[in-house]
């Protein structure tokens, strides 16, 4: 198995595309720390990630906007299974304003979630992972193409793949790879509770629908040593969806 005695932190692991990347390391032998502000939610998730062949977990309360909370859980992390092997920062946040209804606080409620808590994992990654080690941020379609009443979560992702490439730059020297995964339509509850798509004013195709685990396969891909040579890549699991004009 390709992460056997490895170990994986997940952020957002308590729903989603999180939990089923968390799942597919697990399935193939990593150690699992799993990360989310749910506290309700970790155990449940722990368990589908030991029915899905991994018993050893590690469930981690945290805010990922929070510098000293992601300090804390890597700290937490490192004391248990003394390595960190692969970072996959899932965690996300989107809101619905246009853009003359959109405060400050909007925009650093997102910018907090969606880039700062992928930058404090990098940075903590940094410092604690051995060469050989992978990072797998989780941008969106929103970076390249994106919609009305959602400006703060598609800058961020646009933001967090120039993070992924300025990160994979520094990261060469230490022998850690950073890459991105830009999902589509994912049959997430992002997707169906975004209210655009409940009020029928974005139409999603079922036939454009993924599931988490398509992500989760590319995610594991970019973590594992097949992708020894890729690096600061951004790569599309959106079904096609963007290639149509």
């Not at 970072?87 to 400050?104: Q, R």
């Not at 994992?121 to 919609?147: C, D, R, Y």
Request: proline share 3%.
């Amino acid at each position: 198995m390709r992460f056997s005695n490895k170990v994986v932190l997940v952020t957002g692991a308590a729903s989603g595309i999180g939990l089923a990347c968390a799942k597919r390391f697990g399935a193939e032998g990593a150690k699992l720390v799993l990360v989310d502000r749910d506290a309700q939610a970790l155990p449940a998730a722990a368990a589908a990630v030991h029915e899905a062949g991994q018993g050893e977990t590690m469930e981690l309360v945290c805010d990922v906007g929070v510098e000293q909370q992601v300090v804390a859980t890597v700290e937490q992390a490192m004391a248990r299974f003394h390595r960190l092997d692969v970072v996959v920062n899932n965690a996300g946040l989107m809101i619905f304003k246009p853009i003359d209804a959109l405060t400050g606080d909007d925009w650093m409620r997102v910018l907090q979630v969606d880039l700062l808590g992928a930058f404090y994992f990098v940075k903590q990654a940094f410092l604690h992972m051995q060469p050989g080690g992978a990072i797998v941020n989780l941008s969106s379609v929103h970076a390249l193409e994106t919609e009305k009443n959602v400006a703060p979560y598609a800058a961020a992702k646009a933001a967090l793949l120039s993070l992924t490439r300025s990160a994979a730059l520094e990261a060469i020297a230490r022998g850690i790879r950073v890459n991105a995964i830009l999902p589509g339509a994912i049959s997430t509850p992002m997707l169906w509770n975004n209210p655009q798509v409940k009020s029928g004013a974005e139409h999603i195709d079922a036939g454009e629908v993924g599931q988490p685990q398509d992500v989760a396969a590319a995610v594991a891909f970019l973590a594992s040593a097949d992708a020894a040579f890729i690096q600061g890549a951004s790569l599309l699991v959106d079904g096609g969806r963007l290639c149509q004009l």
